[in-house]
């Protein structure tokens, strides 16, 4: 049985700042110009809450798709920080308001069991989609699945990460039983709990990443029974695209082969970049029937992701 | 008669272990050492430690007095001394390499009794040579991977221009590591920096291939080759090879033995999952090490500097042939420790003693 990706949206935070204007708010460590020649010019930053931003995008796909909202068996809900899984208002109890109870609910997905995914930075997106397609492969009766992150930077943080910026928004994934569409053909993920504290191991952190990069990689093209010549696309986590670039060394494939075109205009939006990047690589036409596609990204926590679909 | 030496640089990795060498034989009654910045720890009956300086001018800092008694002594003279900091600049590294070898010989000139000069250098002036470098091989064109290399290589032009006025050998060693029995390191060089890194997870990358040879030897058979050829086998106008030969690791059994021996000698070190730093091409890790100098922090930008000034040399791959030096060690019966039994023993020692922090590392961070 397959299992693939039918549907993508997205929404990003309404405002467009630049990298000058961030740098003038002091909002970010390093210089705008520095920043500027890792490809990132600017960053979308949202006046609304999580949960508005999860809504939009939820909306967008269900709306633009007509699928049948009773049909969706499941909903994964992800967002990298705690304030993302949080509906609080002053009573204390509101603690066990969640924002996936009431997504299912305002979206009318009467029929779809709830799942919040955390803790695992800016993997959640990809790895709400391997649960969801888990559930799909084990659940005789589900066909569908709906996952959505949302993600706003936290409230006093600047808007850089480790050389990265970062902007705000929420992506709609939809799974589907018997989907010839974006088949899913491997996955792997590798934690490493020693650099969970990610401000005390930033160095490691940026020492092991280059390396555990490459051995997933390699890996899960491995367990596609690929390798690297087979990958037609890659579709980036949106960082700076220096770090790519090295990484493109380590695993060998060709710089023409990375759809970097987000990176610069929508920058880092968290756990939704391979997704968005998916949807618009297919919309500007970039992806052939049957291209082997291959997803990374790297989320604090430590969390390393891969995923090669078939579009 | 027996011999009096003069050793300079025995503050160092090799003269550590080199002068008590010399101090039991019978055949040498005294033995100068001379010193610049550290102090001769291990004086006996016959080392008589000297403070003196090679860049200094003709009569090394020493007054004119101890400079004429040593004039007039001196048989033998091993030549050490080096600044072997890879990072060093092209002119630091010349103002003691070269100049100071300069000096040394004018100083070697007035020595009446003078036997032996065994001048101390590198395999890697063979620079970005690939392929098989032999003992009597030096003048090349293929370019160098660092200032040390370069004005090692410059250092061994001058002496074989010397070779016919004064008795000069060469001894070119390969990466010294540490005790072939114990696996202590005297003093820490840039691999053994490197090797920390790895062991903290700040070691990301290596420029290289995973077939590279790694050429490594032990302290101690070091020593005694260079005691050999400076003593009791004394080979003017010659050049030897004190290396691991054919006996070299690949850079990638060289790091899964490091992972092996880290995993081995520190079992909760197994948690941490750290993994193995790839190798890449050269291009690669230059990018990396530029975004790292441009942004990363000093820590991070330490480990980028230990690994670019002297690792790059693997993506040079290249085999020492040490025929006529393993050929006449054997003949005295000094064996070659292998690398497979000592490598482990090395790693041990700096995970055991922080490298060297919890031990009694003699010297600092030299390169």
Redesign the interface.
């Known amino acids: 049985m397959q299992v693939g990706i039918s549907a993508i949206e997205y929404v990003l935070g309404s405002d467009t700042v630049s990298i000058e204007e961030l740098e003038a708010r002091g909002l970010l460590d390093?210089p705008a110009a520095?920043l500027r020649e890792f490809g990132f010019s600017c960053a979308r930053l949202s006046r609304e809450s999580s949960y508005a931003l999860a809504t939009a995008a939820t909306n967008k796909l269900l709306v633009t798709t007509g699928v049948d909202r009773a049909s969706i068996d499941a909903l994964f809900y992800a967002g990298a920080t705690p304030a993302c899984h949080a509906l609080e208002t002053s009573d204390p109890l509101s603690a066990f308001n969640y924002p996936v109870a009431q997504l299912q609910y305002e979206s009318e997905l009467s029929q779809a069991r709830a799942f919040g995914v955390s803790q695992v930075g800016c993997l959640g997106l990809m790895a709400s989609v391997m649960l969801a397609r888990d559930f799909l492969l084990f659940s005789k009766n589900a066909s569908r699945a709906l996952c959505v992150s949302a993600d706003l930077s936290p409230v006093g943080c600047k808007r850089e990460m480790i050389?990265n910026v970062i902007s705000d928004g929420a992506c709609a994934v939809l799974l589907q039983k018997e989907c010839e569409r974006n088949r899913i053909l491997a996955y792997r993920q590798i934690t490493?709990?020693?650099y969970w504290n990610s401000i005390a191991r930033?160095?490691?952190i940026?020492?092991?990443?280059?390396?555990?990069a490459?051995?997933i990689v390699r890996d899960t093209l491995a367990d596609a029974d690929l390798d690297s010549s087979d990958i037609s696309c890659i579709l980036p986590h949106n960082v700076s695209l220096?770090?790519w670039?090295?990484l493109l060394?380590?695993i060998q494939i060709g710089r023409e082969k990375l759809f970097a075109d987000n990176i610069g205009k929508m920058a880092h939006v968290i756990a939704a970049d391979n997704w968005i990047n998916l949807r618009d690589a297919t919309e500007t036409g970039r992806l052939c029937h049957g291209d082997k596609l291959l997803l990374f990204t790297f989320g604090f926590g430590a969390n390393w992701a891969c995923m090669v679909l078939e579009h | 008669m027996a011999h009096t030496v003069l050793v300079t640089g025995a503050t160092g990795m090799i003269g550590q272990a080199l002068v008590p060498l010399l101090a039991r034989r019978n055949d040498v009654g005294a033995i100068f050492v001379l010193t610049h910045r550290r102090e001769y720890m291990g004086s006996s009956g016959k080392v008589m430690p000297v403070r003196g300086d090679i860049t200094a001018g003709p009569d090394l800092a020493m007054t004119r007095e101890l400079s004429r008694e040593i004039f007039d002594r001196t048989t033998v003279i091993i030549h050490a001394a080096a600044n072997t900091r890879f990072s060093a600049s092209l002119e630091e590294s010349r103002a003691v390499n070269l100049e100071g070898t300069k000096t040394l010989l004018t100083f070697a000139s007035h020595c009446p009794q003078l036997e032996a000069i065994a001048a101390l250098s590198t395999v890697h002036v063979a620079g970005k040579r690939t392929g098989t470098v032999c003992e009597e091989d030096l003048v090349h064109t293929a370019g160098f991977v660092n200032s040390y290399e370069q004005s090692k290589y410059e250092t061994e032009l001058l002496l074989r221009e010397h070779m016919s006025e004064l008795p000069i050998s060469v001894l070119r060693l390969s990466t010294v590591l540490g005790s072939s029995t114990t696996g202590e390191v005297s003093r820490m060089a840039a691999i053994h920096h490197a090797l920390r890194f790895y062991y903290?997870?700040?070691?990301?990358?290596i420029p290289g291939k995973p077939d590279s040879l790694v050429d490594v030897i032990a302290v101690d058979y070091a020593a005694a080759a260079v005691e050999h050829f400076a003593v009791e086998h004394l080979q003017a106008g010659r050049t030897f090879h004190i290396c691991g030969g054919e006996d070299v690791l690949t850079l990638a059994r060289l790091l899964e033995l490091t992972r092996e021996a880290f995993l081995r000698y520190r079992p909760s070190w197994r948690?941490?999952?750290?993994?193995?730093?790839?190798i890449?091409?050269l291009?690669?890790f230059e990018?990396?090490a530029r975004?790292?100098e441009?942004?990363?922090?000093n820590?991070?930008r330490g480990?980028v500097a230990i690994i670019k000034h002297f690792v790059p040399q693997l993506v040079y791959p290249k085999i020492f042939r040490d025929v006529e030096c393993t050929r006449s060690l054997q003949a005295k019966g000094l064996l070659k420790p292998s690398v497979l039994e000592f490598y482990p023993l090395v790693v041990r020692w700096l995970v055991e003693s922080g490298w060297g922090e919890r031990g009694t590392l003699a010297g600092g961070a030299g390169a």
Not at chain 2, 200 to 205: E, H, K, V
Not at chain 2, 294 to 297: A, C, I, K, S
């Open positions: 390093s520095r050389y490493k709990g020693y930033k160095n490691e940026t020492a092991a990443y280059f390396p555990t490459r051995n220096r770090s670039e090295i060394g380590l | 903290n997870s700040l070691a990301p990358m948690k941490r999952a750290i993994e193995m730093p790839a890449v091409d291009p690669t990018l990396f975004s790292v441009e942004v990363g922090d820590i991070l480990s």
